[in-house]
């Protein structure tokens, strides 16, 4: 019963809410007319998306996830077969700096820092730019003490003119980048970027239903359906576009 008030509860807040979907995204179209199109992936690290891996991994498979590692693959291998660019961020912490409201997690050396199996091939290819990066934010990582930005210097680089993003988590650390990007954009500091597209079946977050929350000291439910439709509306709402299908040609 709790399944299907749930259930009913993220229908009724989608058609109250509704996303709205933008125009499907084609790549070599896009190319083609002088829009060259850099990737970004976010954060497919085991520590959040492998069964087990720490703190803030999944507790047992999960199809939304498993999709987005799958589409992550797809388009990963489609751009460097084009010679396309990749950067790709990779959520790794200190010890002893940690990350609240969150428990330890993608410790260095834990081995929940690195790319998931499926991903692991990014780390030699000559068309991926990796950046860890130790907090949620990834686009302020970026950002050097003397005001330079390793993201945009990678769109400047590419003359990237569309950013296209999945990753994890959809309402946290790819909600965060998007809106950075998008406000520096908006005050010309990523030239030439001009959109940050978020592909909706490219991006997961974690599943923490109200009934597990509530026997967990100091944890805030996270129902997964309403929290990755949450990220991609706010997303939106700071400018970025939301697309649900992707064409290679």
Same mark, same amino acid.
């Given at each position: 019963?709790?399944?299907?008030?749930?259930?009913?509860?993220?229908?009724?807040?989608?058609?109250?809410?509704?996303?709205?979907?933008?125009?499907?995204?084609?790549?070599?179209?896009?190319?083609?007319?002088?829009?060259?199109?850099?990737?970004?992936?976010?954060?497919?690290?085991?520590?959040?998306?492998?069964?087990?891996?720490?703190?803030?991994?999944?507790?047992?498979?999960?199809?939304? /996830?498993?999709?987005?590692?799958?589409? *992550?693959?797809? +388009?990963?291998?489609?751009?460097? &077969?084009?010679?396309? @660019?990749?950067?790709?961020?990779?959520?790794?912490?200190?010890?002893?700096?940690?990350?609240?409201?969150?428990?330890?997690?993608?410790?260095?050396?834990?081995?929940?820092?690195?790319?998931?199996?499926?991903?692991?091939?990014?780390?030699?290819?000559?068309?991926?730019?990796?950046?860890?990066?130790?907090?949620?934010?990834?686009?302020?990582?970026?950002?050097?003490?003397?005001?330079?930005?390793?993201?945009?210097?990678?769109?400047?680089?590419?003359?990237?003119?569309?950013?296209?993003?999945?990753?994890?988590?959809?309402? /946290?650390?790819?909600?965060?980048?998007? *809106?950075?990007? +998008?406000?520096?954009?908006?005050? &010309?500091?990523?030239? @030439?970027?001009?959109?940050?597209?978020?592909?909706?079946?490219?991006?997961?977050?974690?599943?923490?239903?109200?009934?597990?929350?509530?026997?967990?000291?100091?944890?805030?439910?996270?129902?997964?359906?309403?929290?990755?439709?949450?990220?991609?509306?706010?997303?939106?709402?700071?400018?970025?576009?939301?697309?649900?299908?992707?064409?290679?040609?």
């Amino acid at each position: 019963m709790e399944s299907e008030n749930r259930n009913e509860a993220v229908d009724l807040l989608k058609s109250e809410i509704p996303l709205g979907w933008d125009t499907e995204l084609v790549l070599t179209r896009e190319v083609e007319a002088g829009r060259p199109v850099g990737l970004v992936l976010i954060d497919e690290v085991n520590g959040f998306c492998t069964v087990g891996a720490g703190n803030l991994a999944p507790t047992q498979p999960n199809k939304q /996830i498993e999709k987005m590692i799958q589409e *992550s693959d797809k +388009l990963a291998k489609f751009f460097t &077969d084009n010679g396309w @660019p990749i950067f790709v961020f990779m959520d790794t912490h200190f010890p002893d700096k940690p990350e609240p409201p969150y428990p330890p997690h993608c410790i260095i050396g834990s081995g929940e820092e690195n790319l998931v199996p499926a991903l692991e091939w990014l780390e030699k290819d000559p068309n991926a730019t990796l950046k860890r990066k130790h907090c949620i934010d990834g686009f302020l990582f970026c950002t050097e003490k003397d005001g330079s930005n390793a993201f945009a210097d990678w769109i400047s680089k590419y003359q990237i003119k569309t950013a296209l993003v999945l990753g994890i988590c959809t309402d /946290i650390c790819v909600l965060d980048f998007a *809106s950075s990007a +998008l406000s520096a954009r908006n005050i &010309d500091r990523v030239p @030439p970027l001009e959109d940050v597209v978020i592909y909706s079946e490219g991006c997961a977050t974690y599943d923490l239903p109200a009934h597990v929350a509530r026997n967990i000291k100091g944890a805030m439910s996270h129902p997964q359906e309403l929290m990755h439709h949450m990220g991609l509306f706010i997303a939106k709402g700071r400018g970025a576009k939301i697309v649900n299908s992707i064409s290679l040609s």
